[in-house]
């Protein structure tokens, strides 16, 4: 069975009526578990209560494309959640955190440090909780782990926290970096997500990467609804000429999986257990609740 280890099923993308729909298809096409990753503080509550209808598990936190728009109190209001929803066996991550250099408006020098601002809080967060956390990386992976090695210094000098004194790890959404980056993520406890990028002939470095990495360093995602893989990705040129992209779902997971098992020469079998054991790893909850 496959898992989904990224997907917003909550995005404003489909209405309340068709998400159980989209997520009964997925799980008859053999994705047994999805990870619901909040963005803000306003969908909290609709992570947790789909994570809980849904059979499926949640992470929350403050998207760095929502930085711009939230403040300190959300900081405030997520540490009184977290603590809210410890005990909470679906409660897996915090997350998606991270840093977005790829925004204009974000790369702006006091964006920047706003992101930073929120990056090294939520950090903080979850070594405090005990949680591993999801990744945001888009143009941002080694100023992440300079966030994270900071992390573990503070760590190793006595930082204790309601997990005890576990490194944070986690997931590394949509990893498109180097060779020596994801080593450095790997070093440092965490996965890396591949998903529908993954799919297109022209994605060179990322297949060879996705083929090369060490089995124990992939984890699969759809990122839905976006992220589209490339039998439903639209071309820019036809979308300015009217035609609609096709939002991708978690159904389309086990084919970007056979993707993915055809560039490293394994069956689609094989990878959807050595996936599936490494998010379980990462994100321990999760085997915890799925045993």
Avoid: K
């Avoid at 578990?33 to 994570?51: G, I, K, Q, S």
């Avoid at 888009?138 to 490194?167: F, I, K, N, W």
């Avoid at 944070?168 to 890396?192: D, E, K, P, R, T």
């Avoid at 000429?241 to 098992?261: H, K, W, Y």
């Amino acid at each position: 069975m496959w898992i989904d280890s990224h997907c917003h099923l909550d995005a404003p993308d489909w209405s309340d009526a068709q998400r159980p729909v989209l997520r009964q298809q997925a799980r008859a096409a053999g994705v047994d578990f999805c990870v619901y990753p909040a963005v803000e503080r306003a969908n909290w509550a609709h992570v947790r209560e789909l994570a809980h209808a849904c059979g499926d598990g949640y992470a929350l936190g403050i998207h760095p494309l929502y930085v711009l728009q939230a403040d300190d109190a959300d900081l405030d209001a997520l540490a009184q959640e977290l603590q809210r929803c410890h005990a909470d066996p679906r409660l897996l991550a915090v997350g998606e955190i991270g840093l977005d250099y790829f925004v204009p408006a974000l790369c702006e020098p006091a964006a920047r440090q706003r992101q930073w601002h929120f990056y090294t809080a939520q950090l903080e967060l979850a070594q405090r909780f005990g949680l591993p956390v999801i990744l945001h990386v888009r143009r941002s992976a080694d100023l992440l782990l300079r966030g994270l090695r900071s992390l573990h210094v503070q760590r190793r000098a006595g930082a204790g926290g309601m997990g005890g004194a576990r490194a944070v790890g986690g997931i590394a959404h949509a990893f498109n970096g180097s060779l020596q980056q994801a080593q450095a993520f790997m070093a440092l406890g965490f996965c890396l997500g591949f998903g529908g990028a993954c799919t297109f002939d022209a994605a060179q470095n990322l297949r060879r990467l996705a083929a090369d990495l060490p089995a124990e360093a992939l984890v699969l995602e759809t990122d839905a609804p976006d992220m589209p893989p490339q039998w439903l990705y639209t071309p820019a040129a036809a979308r300015a000429s009217g035609a609609s992209q096709a939002p991708n779902t978690p159904a389309e997971l086990p084919r970007i999986g056979a993707v993915l098992a055809a560039l490293r020469g394994l069956s689609p079998e094989a990878l959807a257990a050595s996936t599936s054991a490494n998010v379980q790893r990462v994100l321990p909850r999760l085997a915890a609740l799925r045993h």
